[in-house]
Structure formats: C-alpha cells, structure tokens
C-alpha cells in the first residue's frame, strides 16, 4: 500500500504489522522471517520488477507469475538481466551482485528480456580444464542465458579486478560462449569475442548476441592462427586480427602472409609455421620474434619501435628498422641482406650488441642511424658485394669495434667513424669523402689493421704505441677510387704514443722548388697523379730516424723506375725537399730510408 511515512525493518515503538488501506491495521502483524531486503531510492517500473522476482525466484527456488528464467535449478546464483515492456518500462543496464554486466541492447520491449545466472564456481584461479585451444586459460565459473522475444544484441562487460593476475602473454580477456548449452567448450560451436575495449575496471565488448540456452565463461588468451591465411584477414587468427599491442602465435603447418603493413606486440612462430613478409612491414611494439620455425624476410622490413628495452631477435631480415627509445640489445648474432636504420635521438635510443655474448650483424645494404650503436666487443660485417652507404644523419662521430670489408663490397662514409678493435679491408674501397676515419681508441687500445684489399679514400687515422710499433712498418691502405696507393712507415724508436694520419690527395702537387739534384740525378718534375698527407696528433713522438715507402700504382704520367725519388715538404706551399736517403725502387713501391724530421707531405719525383 501506498504509505507516505517511515518505512521500517525489525522492532519500532508500534510494533511492526502489515495494513490494507488504512494507516494503522487490525493485527496484520508479521511473524515470519525475513530473507533478504532491497531498497531503491527511486520507483521501480514493472520490467524491474519482473526482474527482481525472477532473480529471488531463482535464488529462494520460490515459484513466480512472470518466470523468463529457465535455469534455477543449476544456474541460480546471482541472476540478474535486463529487459522491456509494451508501456515503455525498460531495465536496460543490469550488473547485480556479480562481475558481469550487461547493457545497450538493441531491442529491449515488449517482453523482450534476457536473464542469466551462474552455478558458484571458482573465479579466482585460472585453468586450462575445458578449453577449446592450448592458447586459452579460463575460470571455472560458467553462466547460463534464457531469452524471452529477442533482446537483440548486448554490450557485454566484466569486472576484471575480481579475477587472478593474468598469466605471462595471456594479455586478452575473452568470452567464450557455448552455443550447444552443454557447457562442454571443447566440442560444438564455440563462439570466442576479445573483450578488447576498456572501460574503468571492465573489459568490455559490443555486439554480443546471447539466446536462449547459451552457457558462456571468461576466461585469457592468446591470440593464435587457426589456418593459413593473410595477417590482415580476422578468419586467420582466433581472436581476430591482432592489436598492435598484442602477443600472438603462428602454429604448425600455418603459413601467414603480409599483404599491408602491420603491428604486433611480440610473436611466436612455433616449429612448422611459417610468416612471410611480402614487401611489408611489421612494426614489433613491445617484445620480439620468437622464431622456432621459418621466418621468410622476403623483401619486407621489421621494425622494432618500443618505448624502452627491447630484445633484437636472431633473424635474417631484408631490412630492419630500430626506433622509439631506450637501449635495444641483439640477442643473437643477426643478418641484415638490405638495410638497417636505427632512428631516434643520440641521447635516448641505443643499440647494444650485448656486453656478455657480443654478437655478430651481417649487413648488405646501407648503414643509416640517428641513434647510438653501442659496438662492446662485437662485430658488423658490410657483404653485400655492392657499394654501401654508412650514413650518419646528424654528422657525429660512430664506434665500432670489429669491422670488416667482405669481397666485392666498397663503402661511402659521410661521417668520421672509430674502429675500436680490428678494421678486416677484404674488399673493395672505403670512400670516406671529408671525413676522418681513426682506427684505435688510444695508445693502449691501438687496434689492428688486417689489410687484404682495397683502398681507403680519405683521411685515415692510427693510434701508436712504443712498444708495439717501434721498428715495425705501420702500413695506411690509402688510395683513390681506382689504385691502392699505400703509404707505409717505419720509426727506429717511438717514445711516445699518439695518432698518425695519411691521406692520399688525387691532385698534382705542383713543382715548387724542383728541380733538386741528388747523386748526380736531376730531379725536374713531380708526378702529376697526386701526393700523401701526413701528420701526427695526440702527444706522438720520435727520436732517431724513420723510413718511408710508398707505392705508386697508376703513376704514368713520367716512368717509374729504380731512380725514382721521394720528395718531401712541411705543407703544399712549401718547395720540396729530398729528406732522408734514397732507396732503389721495387716495382711500384718507390723507397726512402733514414728521415730525421718529420713529413707532412710525400709526392714522387722525375729524374
């Protein structure tokens, strides 16, 4: 009855008592019991209240009038639903007690409802019982649905703080719903939706269609392929195409296939699967390749973007691109058959080869970084038997510690470059244009040259030490596009360590101060075919004599013979001189022995 006073549960100063149409009744007292009490702040509308009874109907196993829920008997804890009448009374956003809610239907009137309920099993542990894929742990607890008319479809939702921590690279909350109502989810049609949308503490998802006798449970997973098939195509994978945060596997006999650029959190390719690349990228967002069956590069690129660490994987890619920021470190030796690019700032991504194992890369293309290579003790080996470009974009100075030249690869450098450990020249020349290429860190950290071929254009840079390098000849591979023209050098007693530096200069050098006479040798004229720099940094210094040889390929512009003389001159505006004692030549390598002051510029001279 209508009563516009104080409403009360349990003793008041009257008693308690029902009444009929009046305020006060005629021993209408209660004695029963009461089992459970709700209070709304607000009048509730008849599809509310069909569905409150229908929820303590199930729960108290109490028979109701407006019955549209057909599973009390197994399925009777915390029911609830949402639903319609013809007058326009509606309950369409429904939660009650438990974690799932249900809202947004697409119908919901004229005794449209949909009820559903759960038999109390566990929700705070994950198990892999009952599970239609190996890439799937789910909770115990399953739901079951009845639908009066049709609801249409429903935006499901579930509190995920009521669940267990996820397990590592389960990362996708899911429904699955068992269509066949057995609640066996391993046969019959078993529908999987990723509740991919976040809303506060539900993951969520839209267009949900329930019908009468479905039984659903929740559960994690990871997204897997079901069939060979395109990336971008959702009927290849089991929860649709993958987010770009998300960990996914590729299974045996599955070949998936590239055929527009992508993302990926990180990926498993399991023994017998398969990814092609196409001419594609995939951007790899937060973890790596797992590859334990093939990974074809085709001509397509990887690239790693994460914000923070991030593990290169051990692959032979076409090309691959490093970005985003913090330190990105190999974790295996890999093999890059095109180019390579490391894009970010100096200061916030690197590139580490790995302080403990020092791995190896392979390059065949170009060298292109903004970021830092962290070389340790590692080696980069340029063998693409092309011309490669090793490109700085801000024109700052990169280390390396092993690196190597293969057959038939030449090199363009436009920046300066420290070689920390061995420089290996086996193939062809390293242009370096305006730069400095040194080789050595310091007198103690001086470096090896292993020189089989090949010329350096440019200037090239040595450390030295005494005790390595006194009486030894010290050999700079330099030259021009087209001849190896070598200087080497050989100091009777360093006594203190610093840097060399020789270039060889494709111009003429000009005849100032010839001609000289030595040994009754007329010298007029200086070869026309260039001439070598040298100079000495960093403290280094000599006492005694030095000998110098240097090699004359392609000098033909007067005859080279036993009487060919080195000259030698402080700077190109100065005359040349004939320092030290002449030597016959060998061939092409024109020889003087027995220097006491130091050389900034060698050329040959004409008898």
Not at 202 to 225: C, H, M, P, Q, Y
Not at 568 to 595: C, K
Request: with cysteine; net charge negative; charged share 15%.
């Amino acid at each position: 009855f209508n009563h516009g006073g104080n409403i009360g549960l349990g003793a008041m100063d009257n008693g308690s008592y029902f009444a009929s149409g009046g305020a006060s009744g005629n021993g209408y007292y209660f004695t029963g019991k009461i089992m459970e009490f709700l209070s709304f702040n607000k009048t509730i509308n008849e599809a509310q209240k069909i569905l409150i009874e229908n929820y303590l109907g199930a729960k108290y196993s109490i028979g109701i009038n407006n019955d549209h829920y057909n599973f009390d008997g197994t399925h009777n804890y915390e029911v609830f639903g949402i639903g319609g009448e013809s007058n326009g009374n509606t309950h369409i956003i429904s939660q009650g007690s438990g974690i799932v809610l249900f809202d947004n239907p697409s119908s919901a009137d004229d005794g449209d409802y949909l009820i559903t309920g759960h038999e109390n099993g566990n929700i705070s542990t994950w198990t892999t019982t009952n599970v239609p894929f190996d890439s799937i742990q789910r909770v115990s607890r399953e739901w079951k649905v009845s639908e009066t008319g049709n609801i249409g479809t429903i935006r499901f939702s579930v509190d995920t703080t009521r669940f267990a921590l996820q397990p590592s690279n389960y990362e996708t909350y899911i429904l699955m719903v068992d269509t066949d109502g057995d609640g066996d989810f391993t046969t019959g049609t078993v529908n999987i939706y990723k509740l991919d949308q976040r809303f506060g503490n539900f993951a969520r998802t839209t267009n949900i269609n329930l019908n009468e006798g479905d039984v659903f449970t929740l559960g994690v997973g990871r997204n897997i392929s079901i069939k060979t098939g395109n990336w971008n195509d959702p009927a290849t994978w089991l929860f649709g195409v993958p987010a770009p945060d998300e960990t996914v596997a590729i299974l045996n006999t599955h070949v998936v296939t590239l055929t527009a650029n992508a993302s990926i959190g990180s990926l498993t390719i399991v023994s017998g699967g398969e990814l092609q690349l196409g001419s594609f990228t995939l951007d790899v967002t937060s973890g790596n390749i797992q590859n334990y069956g093939t990974f074809t590069s085709q001509t397509g690129t990887i690239e790693y973007s994460a914000t923070g660490p991030q593990c290169i994987s051990p692959l032979t890619y076409y090309n691959l691109i490093v970005s985003g920021t913090g330190t990105k470190t190999l974790c295996g030796n890999i093999v890059i058959n095109h180019d390579f690019e490391l894009l970010g700032a100096s200061a916030s991504l690197f590139l580490d080869v790995d302080a403990a194992q020092n791995y190896t890369i392979n390059i065949g293309g170009d060298w292109r970084t903004r970021g830092t290579f962290v070389p340790r003790l590692g080696k980069v080996i340029f063998d693409g038997g092309v011309t490669q470009l090793v490109l700085r974009d801000d024109g700052g100075t990169e280390e390396f510690y092993d690196f190597v030249i293969d057959p038939g690869t030449n090199l363009t450098v436009n920046h300066d470059l420290v070689i920390g450990d061995t420089l290996q020249m086996n193939g062809g020349n390293m242009d370096l244009g305006l730069t400095l290429t040194t080789l050595g860190k310091s007198s103690v950290q001086t470096g090896a040259l292993n020189h089989l071929s090949g010329a350096i254009i440019g200037k090239f840079r040595r450390w030295i030490n005494a005790a390595t390098f006194s009486g030894v000849d010290i050999l700079f591979p330099v030259g021009n596009a087209t001849f190896f023209r070598p200087l080497n050098v050989n100091f009777t007693n360093i006594t203190n360590g610093g840097t060399l530096t020789t270039e060889f200069v494709a111009s003429s050098p000009g005849d100032n101060g010839l001609p000289l006479l030595e040994s009754g040798l007329i010298i007029p004229n200086a070869f026309t075919e260039g001439y070598w720099t040298f100079s000495n940094e960093n403290s280094f210094a000599y006492s005694g004599i030095y000998d110098v040889d240097l090699t004359a390929n392609g000098f033909t512009s007067y005859i080279l013979d036993t009487n060919t003389r080195i000259l030698s001159r402080p700077n190109s505006s100065s005359s040349w001189i004939l320092e030290g004692t002449h030597q016959n030549a060998i061939g092409n390598v024109i020889q003087r022995n027995s220097l006491s002051s130091f050389i900034n510029e060698f050329g040959i001279g004409y008898y």
